[in-house]
């Protein structure tokens, strides 16, 4: 059986996750372990690792930056840039102390994990400039 998929090659139709055609806007760069650590974009970004105990709040800081571009309608209005951090796997509850903390004017952001049960975790930090998204992950071994 053959399936047939329409597609165009005209550039107005190039679809990028790392990159809005239109206006040139690029997805926050995450870093952890300083403003100067080495920074990536999508699936294979940088990755960090943290050890942890059970119910011991462990501090995870990720530096944020963002080119500031956005879609002309979206000119007057101000910036959207931001950062949330979630737990995408693991055995047990993970507890931010605040899971949408502010980005200074370094680009520093942080705040604490805590986690209810031992195992391996994997915690997302997402960053967001109210267009596209880059996420980086911090996989935490929790021990009693």
Do not use: C, M
């Not at 870093?31 to 942890?52: K, Y």
């Not at 956005?70 to 007057?76: I, P």
């Amino acid at each position: 059986q053959t399936i047939a998929i329409p597609g165009h090659v005209r550039l107005e139709w190039e679809i990028t996750a790392l990159e809005e055609i239109t206006s040139g806007n690029t997805p926050p760069v995450l870093r952890f372990g300083g403003p100067d650590a080495a920074s990536g974009q999508g699936p294979l970004g940088v990755r960090s690792a943290l050890t942890a105990a059970v119910s011991t709040p462990v501090e995870v800081t990720v530096w944020a930056a963002d080119d500031g571009v956005r879609k002309s309608r979206a000119a007057q209005r101000p910036a959207r840039f931001g950062l949330v951090w979630s737990k995408y796997g693991g055995p047990g509850d993970v507890t931010f102390s605040n899971a949408t903390p502010a980005v200074d004017e370094t680009g520093k952001a942080t705040t604490t994990a805590t986690f209810s049960e031992p195992g391996t975790y994997v915690i997302r930090a997402l960053g967001h400039d109210g267009g596209l998204i880059d996420y980086e992950d911090v996989t935490v071994v929790v021990t009693r």
